[in-house]
């Protein structure tokens, strides 16, 4: 095969423009714009309620299970799939902890283990219909949504199950301690949040020199500095603000390591670029030797267990699991996969969009709730920016 | 007879390609008008040009029919004067009925509320007419494809035809059902409605036509008549492949080896109707720096063939034994078949062939990521590196290999599929319709990859509905008809009137 390295390849050097740039990448930046555009209109209207510690912590805390989720969620939409089980599974899984540890006498750690292996089950058993018998996915999963909704039911026979070991109960509701013991600010959050700005930076700039070095289309410097600015501003920013109340909550570090994963998988591993070639088109992935059958299967199998652990984290956050937990909440993970750009017919869809939609869902339910607004408007105005997003989506790709 | 239809001076461009340069016809009322010639020599183009789907202005020229000229901007403006076109795939709904699909967008309807007692009376009164016994309710689905032919007619005749087209009408029928439709042809010849008979079976043609018009690379070649005497079938031949062969194929000396590829006995079954055979015991072979062409007409069987060894992607019940390089391999799934040294560059290149939605980098290496990842890990910059290389040795016109592959030219999107194959380091490519909806210039460029993959001496297997194709770039040429290989021509003595007699023949047994 080919044995000359890259930088021996001539390609035209590209100078990219300002606005040319902005244009072609509008997409990718719109998203992040919007949910920016939004905190500042809701921290405005609450007179700065949404942006305190408290209230942060607050919403990171609400919506880590729907972020979770959305990770799982955008690797099915990409494959070309739904998945509408997903309530019905934290549910379940919440249910099966609570039986486990309060009746059953077992060990949290035991429990976790087998709770995540326990969702990665029910999501293979809705995966072999989808994967192998294609029965279409909005089908088998509206069927597992009823089943576990009703398993849920019986395995806590109607009632609500706990409280929980204090262990497992830290898994939503616990901090990262802080080391350098400060008084009333932690320290720790601060250097976490200082650390990871580093490694983020360190690997843009690495990234650029090698696009740079390979003559690849790259975003101009100054809004490369000024993205790069703005994102560590805001990650120390944030940090800052947690460290004011009590630090990191555990769940945050989960969700952010989870997220760096997906990313990391959908961008550069051949897992990642097989299923956004399966969900833009099956036949040619199928007649390129991809096994499209299992890789379905796999995203399924992973939905399931993102879900189960999903449905660990509000179990441990209510610290009770009742028959109704997980109600509804396809809906809103599902909204956050399209409102960050994912399309209904399979293979477009980044997980960076994702977790922003679920964050723009997120932050609108917490700020209306801060303002008085009922559940019965708020579900109104959800519902009109789902669709005022993606219909913009739509817009935009027909340009 | 004055005439019904008259077509002056058509000429129609897509881009980078005549399809139809200043073609003339003229088809006088109550006769049967056949429209032959190989495949893309335009005939399918002049009828929808007829019919309006190419509306007027996209074509220059003059159609005059029932003595006025007409601009027709759509299906609808054709059919409201009764010019009826029957195209070769069926546009019926399956699981709707025939008095249904027969009325379908025209149904017998007061007020939006569908009269069925008068859609059943008046489909019954259609359905004799064609010949057909089938109650009006019944499903399509349950009918075969001669009968639903039938029905095609008979939902033209509910329409009021005055001219009727038939693509293809009996590529798909068996003899019985192929001389009913054509004795129904002659009947309405006899109540004064004129046909327009695409066909490529020269006997049937010879049977009911009165005029046959020959068309040949977008131009026409004559106009015979067949009412005074007999037009023998090597004198359509001639008409239809009487060209010169010109310089259009790269110039290539074959340095052909030992034999590395062997198929034997290949059957393959259809996939939903399991007792037909759509491939039958298919022997063949290629040697090392050889290209082999398998000729034949649409439908015999070529695409059905390799699909079916090419990873069983194609029908079930298949069997047969594959060897290569004197080892009997295993091409059971796609990718043991890729990792086999087989790579199948598809007819069908935006359906099967390409991820249209993503980059010409991404589309490359889908076929072999391995070549570019460690541990399921990609390498960015290697993969960049590779489509950066076969942009630029396959001459993709695109400003990066960021493009998205459905923003190319048929061109550039063959040559992406191309390096996809390529790159997966094959020893035997199996090209189907590799120069399909492409220009020339495009062609040749694809014509020199070929000639030097087969220099690199791996096998190319090349099917192709142009047999000029085959003829300019072939060292051997295989002929299939309806499932089975009939014949194998060496280039030296292979013509296409050898061909086209070797599928005659075998089509009329």
């Given at each position: 095969m080919d044995t000359r390295t890259a930088d021996e390849i001539q390609v035209p050097q590209q100078k990219a423009s300002w606005t040319a740039f902005v244009k072609t990448h509008f997409r990718d930046y719109g998203m992040l714009l919007s949910l920016l555009v939004i905190m500042l209109f809701f921290q405005v209207v609450t007179?700065?309620?949404?942006?305190?510690?408290?209230?942060?912590?607050?919403?990171?805390?609400?919506?880590?299970?729907?972020?979770?989720?959305?990770?799982?969620?955008?690797?099915?939409?990409?494959?070309?799939?739904?998945?509408?089980?997903?309530?019905?599974?934290?549910?379940?899984?919440?249910?099966?902890?609570?039986?486990?540890?309060?009746?059953?006498?077992?060990?949290?750690?035991?429990?976790?283990?087998?709770?995540?292996?326990?969702?990665g089950m029910i999501g293979a058993a809705q995966g072999y219909w989808v994967a192998y018998f294609k029965v279409p996915s909005f089908i088998v999963t509206l069927a597992g949504m009823l089943v576990f909704k009703g398993l849920t039911l019986a395995l806590l026979g109607g009632m609500s199950v706990g409280p929980f070991p204090v262990v497992f109960q830290r898994l939503s509701s616990g901090f990262i301690p802080d080391v350098f013991g400060g008084q009333g600010f932690n320290y720790t959050a601060l250097f976490l949040g200082a650390a990871s700005v580093a490694v983020i930076i360190y690997f843009s700039f690495r990234s650029r020199a090698n696009q740079l070095k390979h003559a690849v289309e790259t975003a101009p410097f100054g809004l490369f500095a000024f993205k790069n600015?703005?994102?560590?501003?805001?990650?120390?920013?944030?940090?800052?603000?947690?460290?004011?109340?009590?630090?990191?909550?555990?769940?945050?570090?989960?969700?952010?390591?989870?997220?760096?994963?997906?990313?990391?998988?959908?961008?550069?591993?051949?897992?990642?670029?097989?299923?956004?070639?399966?969900?833009?088109?099956?036949?040619?992935?199928?007649?390129?030797?991809?096994?499209?059958?299992?890789?379905?299967?796999?995203?399924?199998?992973?939905?399931?267990?993102?879900?189960?652990?999903?449905?660990?984290i509000f179990a441990a956050r209510l610290n009770t699991a009742?028959?109704?937990a997980g109600l509804g909440f396809e809906l809103d993970v599902i909204a956050a996969v399209f409102?960050?750009?994912?399309?209904?017919?399979?293979?477009?869809?980044?997980?960076?969009g994702a977790v922003i939609g679920a964050f723009v869902m997120g932050v609108m339910n917490n700020g209306m709730s801060i303002l008085g607004i009922g559940i019965d408007y708020q579900q109104v105005i959800k519902g009109l920016v789902l669709l005022a997003a993606v219909s913009l989506d739509v817009y935009n790709r027909k340009k | 007879m004055n005439a019904i239809l008259e077509m002056r001076g058509i000429t129609k461009t897509f881009p980078g390609v005549k399809a139809l340069d200043n073609v003339n016809i003229t088809v006088k009322a109550g006769e049967i008008h056949a429209l032959v010639g190989e495949n893309g020599a335009g005939k399918s183009t002049l009828m929808k040009v007829l019919s309006g789907v190419y509306p007027h202005g996209s074509y220059s020229g003059e159609i005059r029919y029932d003595g006025e000229e007409r601009r027709f901007s759509g299906i609808a403006d054709s059919e409201k004067l009764g010019i009826i076109i029957i195209h070769q795939e069926l546009a019926l709904v399956p699981l709707l009925s025939i008095a249904e699909n027969i009325f379908l967008g025209n149904e017998q309807a007061k007020y939006g509320v569908i009269d069925w007692s008068v859609a059943f009376a008046r489909t019954k009164e259609l359905l004799r007419l064609v010949g057909l016994k089938e109650s009006p309710d019944e499903l399509i689905t349950n009918l075969g494809v001669g009968k639903q032919q039938l029905v095609e007619i008979a939902k033209a005749l509910s329409k009021k035809v005055k001219l009727l087209i038939l693509d293809?009408?009996?590529?798909?029928?068996?003899?019985?059902?192929?001389?009913?439709?054509?004795?129904?042809?002659?009947?309405?010849?006899?109540?004064?409605?004129?046909?327009?008979?695409?066909?490529?079976?020269?006997?049937?043609?010879?049977?009911?036509?009165?005029?046959?018009?020959?068309?040949?690379?977008?131009?026409?070649?004559?106009?015979?008549?067949?009412?005074a005497e007999a037009v023998s079938e090597d004198r359509i031949i001639r008409g239809m492949v009487g060209r010169t062969m010109e310089d259009r194929y790269p110039k290539r000396e074959p340095k052909i080896g030992e034999t590395i590829f062997q198929v034997e006995n290949w059957s393959a079954y259809h996939p939903l109707h399991n007792h037909v055979q759509v491939v039958k015991n298919v022997n063949l072979n290629i040697?090392?720096?050889?290209?082999?062409?398998?000729?034949?007409?649409?439908?015999?069987?070529?695409?059905?063939?390799?699909?079916?060894?090419?990873?069983?992607?194609?029908?079930?019940?298949?069997?047969?034994?594959?060897?290569?390089?004197g080892k009997e391999i295993d091409v059971g799934t796609v990718e043991k078949a890729v990792s086999n040294g087989i790579a199948y560059a598809t007819e069908d290149r935006k359906t099967y062939g390409l991820v249209l939605a993503e980059d010409i980098r991404k589309n490359v290496t889908l076929a072999n990521l391995e070549g570019v990842s460690k541990r399921f890990v990609i390498d960015e910059i290697q993969e960049l590196a590779v489509a950066n290389d076969y942009r630029a040795k396959m001459r993709i016109r695109s400003?990066?290999?960021?493009?998205?592959?459905?923003?190319?030219?048929?061109?550039?999107?063959?040559?992406?599929?191309?390096?996809?194959?390529?790159?997966?380091?094959?020893?035997?490519?199996?090209?189907?319709?590799?120069?399909?909806?492409?220009?020339?210039?495009?062609?040749?460029?694809?014509?020199?990859?070929?000639?030097?993959?087969?220099?690199?001496?791996?096998?190319?297997?090349?099917?192709?509905?142009?047999?000029?194709?085959?003829?300019?770039?072939?060292?051997?040429?295989?002929?299939?008809?309806?499932?089975?290989?009939?014949?194998?021509?060496?280039?030296?003595?292979?013509?296409?009137?050898?061909?086209?007699?070797?599928?005659v023949k075998s089509g009329r047994r």
């Amino acid at each position: 095969m080919d044995t000359r390295t890259a930088d021996e390849i001539q390609v035209p050097q590209q100078k990219a423009s300002w606005t040319a740039f902005v244009k072609t990448h509008f997409r990718d930046y719109g998203m992040l714009l919007s949910l920016l555009v939004i905190m500042l209109f809701f921290q405005v209207v609450t007179d700065g309620t949404l942006l305190r510690p408290l209230n942060l912590t607050n919403l990171v805390l609400q919506n880590s299970y729907i972020v979770i989720m959305a990770l799982g969620m955008l690797l099915v939409i990409v494959a070309g799939h739904i998945d509408l089980s997903v309530g019905s599974i934290v549910g379940f899984v919440g249910g099966l902890a609570a039986m486990m540890m309060v009746r059953w006498g077992f060990d949290p750690v035991t429990t976790t283990i087998a709770c995540l292996i326990v969702g990665g089950m029910i999501g293979a058993a809705q995966g072999y219909w989808v994967a192998y018998f294609k029965v279409p996915s909005f089908i088998v999963t509206l069927a597992g949504m009823l089943v576990f909704k009703g398993l849920t039911l019986a395995l806590l026979g109607g009632m609500s199950v706990g409280p929980f070991p204090v262990v497992f109960q830290r898994l939503s509701s616990g901090f990262i301690p802080d080391v350098f013991g400060g008084q009333g600010f932690n320290y720790t959050a601060l250097f976490l949040g200082a650390a990871s700005v580093a490694v983020i930076i360190y690997f843009s700039f690495r990234s650029r020199a090698n696009q740079l070095k390979h003559a690849v289309e790259t975003a101009p410097f100054g809004l490369f500095a000024f993205k790069n600015v703005l994102l560590a501003l805001l990650v120390v920013a944030f940090c800052y603000l947690m460290a004011t109340y009590r630090g990191l909550p555990n769940v945050l570090v989960i969700m952010a390591v989870l997220i760096a994963l997906y990313a990391f998988v959908t961008n550069r591993t051949t897992i990642g670029r097989r299923i956004y070639a399966l969900g833009g088109n099956e036949k040619a992935a199928k007649l390129s030797g991809i096994k499209t059958e299992r890789l379905t299967f796999l995203t399924f199998v992973n939905m399931g267990v993102l879900a189960g652990l999903a449905g660990l984290i509000f179990a441990a956050r209510l610290n009770t699991a009742t028959p109704k937990a997980g109600l509804g909440f396809e809906l809103d993970v599902i909204a956050a996969v399209f409102i960050g750009g994912a399309s209904a017919t399979g293979g477009v869809g980044k997980v960076t969009g994702a977790v922003i939609g679920a964050f723009v869902m997120g932050v609108m339910n917490n700020g209306m709730s801060i303002l008085g607004i009922g559940i019965d408007y708020q579900q109104v105005i959800k519902g009109l920016v789902l669709l005022a997003a993606v219909s913009l989506d739509v817009y935009n790709r027909k340009k | 007879m004055n005439a019904i239809l008259e077509m002056r001076g058509i000429t129609k461009t897509f881009p980078g390609v005549k399809a139809l340069d200043n073609v003339n016809i003229t088809v006088k009322a109550g006769e049967i008008h056949a429209l032959v010639g190989e495949n893309g020599a335009g005939k399918s183009t002049l009828m929808k040009v007829l019919s309006g789907v190419y509306p007027h202005g996209s074509y220059s020229g003059e159609i005059r029919y029932d003595g006025e000229e007409r601009r027709f901007s759509g299906i609808a403006d054709s059919e409201k004067l009764g010019i009826i076109i029957i195209h070769q795939e069926l546009a019926l709904v399956p699981l709707l009925s025939i008095a249904e699909n027969i009325f379908l967008g025209n149904e017998q309807a007061k007020y939006g509320v569908i009269d069925w007692s008068v859609a059943f009376a008046r489909t019954k009164e259609l359905l004799r007419l064609v010949g057909l016994k089938e109650s009006p309710d019944e499903l399509i689905t349950n009918l075969g494809v001669g009968k639903q032919q039938l029905v095609e007619i008979a939902k033209a005749l509910s329409k009021k035809v005055k001219l009727l087209i038939l693509d293809e009408p009996t590529a798909s029928l068996n003899e019985k059902d192929s001389d009913a439709l054509l004795n129904l042809l002659l009947r309405f010849k006899e109540q004064g409605i004129s046909s327009i008979l695409i066909s490529h079976k020269l006997n049937e043609i010879s049977k009911v036509a009165d005029f046959i018009t020959v068309l040949r690379d977008g131009g026409t070649v004559e106009t015979l008549d067949c009412r005074a005497e007999a037009v023998s079938e090597d004198r359509i031949i001639r008409g239809m492949v009487g060209r010169t062969m010109e310089d259009r194929y790269p110039k290539r000396e074959p340095k052909i080896g030992e034999t590395i590829f062997q198929v034997e006995n290949w059957s393959a079954y259809h996939p939903l109707h399991n007792h037909v055979q759509v491939v039958k015991n298919v022997n063949l072979n290629i040697r090392r720096g050889e290209i082999v062409g398998i000729a034949g007409l649409m439908g015999a069987g070529r695409t059905e063939f390799a699909m079916s060894l090419f990873g069983r992607s194609y029908g079930q019940n298949i069997s047969g034994r594959v060897t290569l390089h004197g080892k009997e391999i295993d091409v059971g799934t796609v990718e043991k078949a890729v990792s086999n040294g087989i790579a199948y560059a598809t007819e069908d290149r935006k359906t099967y062939g390409l991820v249209l939605a993503e980059d010409i980098r991404k589309n490359v290496t889908l076929a072999n990521l391995e070549g570019v990842s460690k541990r399921f890990v990609i390498d960015e910059i290697q993969e960049l590196a590779v489509a950066n290389d076969y942009r630029a040795k396959m001459r993709i016109r695109s400003p990066s290999v960021f493009q998205e592959t459905v923003n190319l030219s048929g061109g550039n999107q063959q040559k992406v599929v191309l390096s996809k194959w390529l790159f997966s380091d094959p020893e035997i490519l199996i090209l189907d319709e590799p120069t399909r909806g492409i220009d020339v210039g495009a062609k040749y460029e694809i014509y020199t990859i070929i000639n030097r993959l087969a220099d690199a001496g791996k096998g190319v297997l090349m099917i192709s509905s142009e047999m000029p194709e085959l003829l300019g770039m072939c060292d051997r040429i295989y002929v299939m008809n309806e499932g089975s290989l009939i014949a194998e021509l060496d280039i030296a003595e292979a013509s296409q009137e050898k061909i086209m007699h070797a599928i005659v023949k075998s089509g009329r047994r």
